[in-house]
């Protein structure tokens, strides 16, 4: 067994790599550019984790979420892997405490804010150590033409500027071609070898359904036909998963709240609730979901329709993580997306980012007011060819197999529907 592999058994416990991940290793092991968009459960983690333990060396890793480097760290420390994060939420004594170790080559995998990566004393501190590999971990988000555009990604290009030497791997699971080649050139990726993993997650059915009077309706009888299997229903708004919820608590289903107006201990505790089973569904907001490690989420539901393809690709692929059949149903009502169209006009600063804006909404409409195969017009939308049709996977094209019927959207009056307010 070679030592890739070994570190693969020893540390991850997997005896074989996943599509991509050997060649990426490789490309990176030999010092070249990598950009990697591999979907949701690819293992985009592993493509800089295994590197990372070869040599002496420090792997940095920018993260734009602090309670994804905490889940990371925490999941590599209990491997016995030597990771830590800089960000704001660690104490003095714990940033003097890392800073420390980092100087005695303790430490082998450092995550990171990309705001503190491009700061000067960080920089600084970067120059005395022997940086072997950066990984830009949801690359998409340093594209305006990406669904999660966040300006600080910008000024990543400074990591190539002052460690030219230094292989870097971009990942992400959501980008178009246009968003691939933004990344490259943003990034300054020199010569980069390009992986784009299949989008096709198999196992995953989608269907959409009518946002009308019965929605709630129908939505509380599906909940209930799936009592004890693990899922995710997303709304816009923070009042939304709020009043959602407590209308399925109120008719008998176990569901809690989740947004970004929680505190940080309730929103820990009420995901600790999900990943332990103790509370199989979360009404949830945006703020919901990346870096869950749930791999039995047997179906995510969206009661609103979310602003992309790329929002609802990413929500929808943390069904089904363990490769199980799992459901992806959207609720969908044209006023919602006129109501999105209005936000869009109104609260974004530049007509090239309303354009944009509009485009991708247009794009999420098409999905679901489709009467093609949905599994066709979401892979083609990323790039990816699709003929295998019928697919069997979707509404459309098996829609005797579906649980919630029938699907094609129309207009309609809605019952019960979750009250808009603050985005989550």
């Not at 800089?48 to 420090?58: E, K």
């Not at 980008?175 to 050139?185: E, G, H, K, N």
């Not at 004890?228 to 176990?254: F, H, K, M, P």
Request: proline share 5%.
């Amino acid at each position: 067994m070679d030592r890739l592999h070994l570190i693969l058994q020893r540390y991850f416990g997997h005896t074989a790599f996943k599509p991509y991940q050997q060649e990426i290793i490789d490309d990176l092991l030999a010092g070249r550019d990598v950009l990697a968009v591999l979907a949701t459960g690819g293992g985009k983690s592993l493509c800089y984790q295994v590197p990372a333990l070869i040599g002496d060396g420090v792997t940095l890793v920018i993260s734009p979420l602090i309670a994804l480097m905490k889940d990371q760290v925490d999941d590599l420390q209990a491997r016995g892997i030597g990771a830590e994060a800089l960000n704001s939420s660690g104490s003095y004594a714990t940033t003097r405490r890392i800073l420390s170790e980092l100087e005695e080559g303790h430490v082998q995998i450092l995550y990171v804010s990309p705001e503190k990566a491009v700061s000067e004393d960080f920089l600084d501190l970067l120059s005395t150590l022997p940086i072997t590999l950066i990984a830009i971990d949801e690359a998409h988000c340093i594209s305006m033409w990406g669904h999660q555009f966040r300006p600080e990604y910008r000024s990543l290009a400074v990591l190539k500027e002052r460690f030219p030497g230094v292989p870097m791997v971009a990942l992400t699971a959501t980008a178009t071609p246009d968003v691939r080649d933004d990344i490259s050139r943003q990034l300054r990726l020199e010569d980069p070898s390009v992986y784009v993993g299949s989008f096709n997650r198999r196992n995953l059915r989608y269907a959409v359904i009518p946002k009308d009077d019965g929605a709630y309706d129908r939505l509380r009888t599906y909940l209930r036909n799936r009592s004890g299997d693990a899922g995710i229903v997303y709304v816009t708004t923070r009042e939304g998963a709020e009043t959602l919820a407590a209308n399925l608590q109120a008719d008998g289903v176990s569901a809690l709240p989740y947004h970004a107006g929680m505190t940080a201990a309730a929103r820990a505790e009420t995901q600790d609730r999900f990943i332990s089973g103790k509370v199989p569904i979360i009404c949830a907001t945006n703020a919901f979901g990346m870096g869950i490690d749930k791999p039995d989420v047997r179906f995510v539901v969206h009661y609103d329709i979310p602003k992309t393809l790329e929002a609802y690709y990413q929500e929808s692929g943390r069904a089904g993580r363990d490769g199980n059949a799992s459901d992806c149903i959207l609720f969908y009502h044209d006023d919602d997306a006129k109501r999105l169209r209005s936000f869009i006009d109104r609260d974004l600063p530049s007509e090239f980012q309303r354009e944009v804006a509009r485009s991708k909404l247009q794009s999420m409409v098409e999905y679901c007011t489709t009467t093609g195969c949905r599994r066709r017009v979401l892979l083609e939308y990323f790039g990816e060819h699709f003929d295998a049709l019928p697919c069997g996977g979707c509404d459309v094209c098996a829609p005797a197999g579906s649980e919630t019927g029938k699907t094609r959207p129309r207009s309609g009056r809605r019952k019960r529907s979750a009250p808009r307010s603050v985005s989550g």
